[in-house]
Structures are given as C-alpha cells and as structure tokens.
C-alpha cells in the first residue's frame, strides 16, 4: 500500500504562483509513476502533469504546458506541483496519485491507470 498527502494549497491572485507537495509513504518502491490531475465544480477530474519516478520524464496537459512544472525528490518520497501564471480557471481540488505499472509516459495521463490517490488539496485562483 502507498499513502499520499498533498499540502500546499491556497488563496492566490491571478497572475501568482503556489507550490503543491504530495509525500508517499508505504511501499514507495511501488511507484513507476507519480501525477496530479484537478476536479473543478460540476465538472470531471483531468489530468494536469505525470512523472517518472525512476527517470524524471515528464508529461504535461496542454492547459498546464509552460505555466506549471512537475519535479520528484525522491530521497524524501515527495513530488512537487510547481504553479506559475495561476488563472482563475485553475480553481480546482487538485489530487496526487501514484501508479504502479510500467508503460510511456504519454499512458501516464489516464487516471484509471492510478492505483493509489490523496486526499486532494483546494486551490483558489482570484481573478
């Protein structure tokens, strides 16, 4: 099993930047990837960013491609969501997952492949 806590989350006008966590703990050794999809109100969950855990490859929407970066420190089991140029159509409660099986980093934006997920982590963008 893998837990997965995010923090992070906030307030923050138009045009600023927050940084997302997401700890593992458990049987991190699990892991093939980590991601972070987002579920704004009355509309369905999609995928933001996914790394490889092991090589660093990354993926991006193309809603997020330029504005945010995705990084692991793995010596801490944590993987990161940094948000640049936030605008109020990013308000969402923003979810950290983990995946256990090995495929390209493309697959790694469909969320069904995603074993284990964390609580989610609310961030408000003020316009």
């Known amino acids: 099993q893998v837990q997965l806590v995010e923090s992070g989350g906030g307030l923050v006008q138009a045009g600023g930047s927050l940084r997302l966590s997401c700890a593992a703990s458990g049987r991190t050794s699990l892991i093939y990837f980590m991601g972070w999809f987002r579920q704004a109100p009355g509309k369905e969950r999609e995928f933001v960013a996914a790394i490889n855990w092991n090589i660093g490859s990354t993926q991006y929407a193309d809603s997020t491609k330029g504005r945010f970066t995705i990084s692991r420190y793995n010596a801490k089991n944590t993987v990161y969501l940094q948000m640049n140029s936030l605008k109020p159509e990013d308000t969402a409660v923003y979810y950290c997952?983990?995946?256990?099986?090995?495929?390209?980093?493309?697959?790694?934006?469909?969320?069904?492949?995603?074993?284990?997920w964390g609580q989610g982590t609310q961030v408000t963008v003020s316009s």
């Open positions: 997952a983990a995946d256990r099986s090995l495929h390209s980093i493309q697959a790694a934006a469909i969320q069904t492949l995603y074993d284990y």
